[in-house]
T-cell receptor, first 112, second 113 residues
Framework: GESVGLHLPTLSVQEGDNSIINCAYS??????FIWYKQESGKGPQFIID?????DKRQGQRVTVLLNKTVKHLSLQIAATQPGDSAVYFC???????????FGPGTRLSVLP | DGGITQSPKYLFRKEGQNVTLSCEQN?????MYWYRQDPGQGLRLIYY???????QKGDIAEGYSVSREKKESFPLTVTSAQKNPTAFYLC????????????FGEGSRLTVL
């Protein structure tokens, strides 16, 4: 398997419970944020995004919350399933036209 | 299906050798990127390209080189000057720099023997 995420913080949740994964971003000028899911040995997959003119956005079983005051982003996963086990990381886009900056990620482990 | 294809998935290199990682996209995206991923760290940008025949260094470009001769292709060469090349390499693309999400390939794992 892939060694990505060996030393990451881990969140363990029971199957069926809700999960909350947090991310602190660094630049108050960032205006676009994305959550990605990465399974072992695979490339990151887009989950949900949010722009700085919003503070909440919902998708299928996922919700992203943005608190610009404290530069905090969270991903909520409802009714967590075994297939949700992966590393989750946030990305911020610093000023339109610049490149993304990525957080180190959190490993989500779903317990049966 | 549209997407990004990286090859090879696994690659082994002897010290002192250059290796080239392939990245091809059929999404008609203008911007392409190479990232390096190490355990416990966020993705770090190696090189990026906004248009054909143009590319810029990212945060950790030393020991790497790229080309962008075609819109759909952005190969990365890991040269012998890269002192610690063992890592997972990810190629990504987007419609334009800073516009919308990054689409990623499945990655290439390079191991130096």
């Amino acid at each position: 398997g892939e060694s990505v995420g060996l030393h990451l913080p881990t969140l363990s949740v029971q199957e069926g419970d809700n999960s909350i994964i947090n991310c602190a971003y660094s630049n108050s000028a960032s205006d676009y944020f994305i959550w990605y899911k990465q399974e072992s040995g695979k490339g990151p997959q887009f989950i949900i995004d949010i722009r700085s003119n919003m503070d909440k956005r919902q998708g299928q079983r996922v919700t992203v919350l943005l608190n610009k005051t404290v530069k905090h982003l969270s991903l909520q996963i409802a009714a967590t399933q075994p297939g949700d086990s992966a590393v989750y990381f946030c990305a911020e886009n610093r000023v339109w036209g610049q490149n993304f900056v990525f957080g180190p990620g959190t490993r989500l482990s779903v317990l049966p | 299906d549209g997407g990004i294809t990286q090859s090879p998935k696994y690659l082994f290199r002897k010290e002192g050798q250059n290796v080239t990682l392939s990245c091809e996209q059929n999404l008609n995206h203008d911007a392409m990127y190479w990232y390096r991923q190490d355990p416990g760290q966020g993705l770090r940008l190696i090189y990026y390209s906004q248009i054909v025949n143009d590319f810029q260094k990212g945060d950790i470009a030393e020991g790497y080189s790229v080309s962008r001769e075609k819109k759909e292709s952005f190969p990365l060469t890991v040269t012998s000057a890269q002192k610690n090349p063992t890592a997972f390499y990810l190629c990504a693309s987007t419609r334009g720099q800073g516009v919308g999400e990054l689409f990623f390939g499945e990655g290439s794992r390079l191991t130096v023997l």
